[in-house]
């Protein structure tokens, strides 16, 4: 069994469905929300993966401004120096990115919003977890912020028109995922009512942005569910070959 370390980052993100499919694919979660005061472990010793999720934090704040990110940034860099089987999505991604030698700023096309489509790039026909997804899955997006230079060494995996750094693995096993492949329709809900700027950059309206993520959601399922099943597989195989 497959013992991952999920750091959730802001209430509103829980693991959801991504924690159920990890979950049903063998790996046993250590949750920690930190929004609830949960501490953070110093190390990952013990722990055969990472998982860190998203919020509406900014990776660009400061100590002061979200202290709950620091170690969030703390586990990424040792994850990375470990080489360790790592999953960050949104926010957790741009924390990523910047621990790695990355930088992140203000989206200079505003805001990516809605069920939207990324596109895979030539790499990850190569790549163990991304290579079965189709040339173009569903994903989510709620996200102000970009990932302007990914982290040093970094393979892009996937791209949108609007942000080309979309999905990338640094090492051999840690990956970023801008968008989003945990949700459930109404976490979806949840994110149009509260960012009102986001949904106001839209070509869509809050009602429609909802009624597109619900039809999305099963094919975010059909292509993502396999993934974390391959991420657990990865997480597995590593601790097995490390023992």
């Known amino acids: 069994?497959?013992?991952l370390l999920v750091v959730v980052l802001h209430e509103t993100d829980p693991p959801a469905r991504l924690g159920e499919w990890l979950r049903g694919a063998g790996a046993e979660l250590d949750a920690r929300h930190v929004g609830r005061g949960d501490e953070l472990p110093a190390t990952l010793e013990?722990?055969?993966?990472?998982?860190?999720?998203?919020?509406p934090q900014s990776a660009m704040d400061d100590e002061e401004t979200s202290p709950e990110l620091t170690g969030a940034r703390a586990l990424l860099a040792q994850a990375l120096q470990a080489d360790l089987p790592t999953l960050?999505?949104?926010l957790g991604a741009q924390l990523l990115a910047q621990v790695g030698g990355g930088t992140v700023r203000e989206g200079v096309e505003g805001p990516e919003v809605g069920a939207l489509l990324v596109a895979k790039r030539d790499a990850a026909d190569s790549d163990p977890l991304f290579a079965p997804l189709p040339l173009s899955p569903d994903v989510l997006q709620f996200h102000h912020d970009e990932i302007s230079q990914l982290p040093t060494g970094?393979?892009?995996l996937a791209s949108s028109p609007v942000y080309a750094h979309q999905a990338f693995r640094v090492g051999r096993h840690v990956y970023g995922l801008q968008?989003?492949?945990?949700?459930?329709p109404e976490i979806i809900h949840e994110w149009a009512e509260r960012d009102t700027v986001g949904v106001?950059?839209?070509p869509w309206d809050r009602e429609t942005i909802c009624r597109m993520s619900d039809a999305a959601h099963p094919h975010v399922e059909e292509a993502w569910?396999?993934?974390a099943e391959r991420f657990t597989e990865l997480a597995r195989t590593r601790a097995q070959q490390a023992a």
């Not at 013990?46 to 998203?54: F, I, K």
């Not at 968008?179 to 459930?184: G, K, M, P, R, S």
């Open 46 to 55: 013990g722990y055969d993966g990472l998982v860190v999720l998203g919020g």
């Open 225 to 227: 569910r396999p993934f």
């Open 200 to 202: 106001a950059a839209s």
């Open 88 to 90: 960050a999505i949104c």
């Open 1 to 3: 069994m497959a013992r």
């Open 154 to 156: 970094a393979t892009l």
């Open 179 to 184: 968008f989003h492949i945990e949700t459930a």
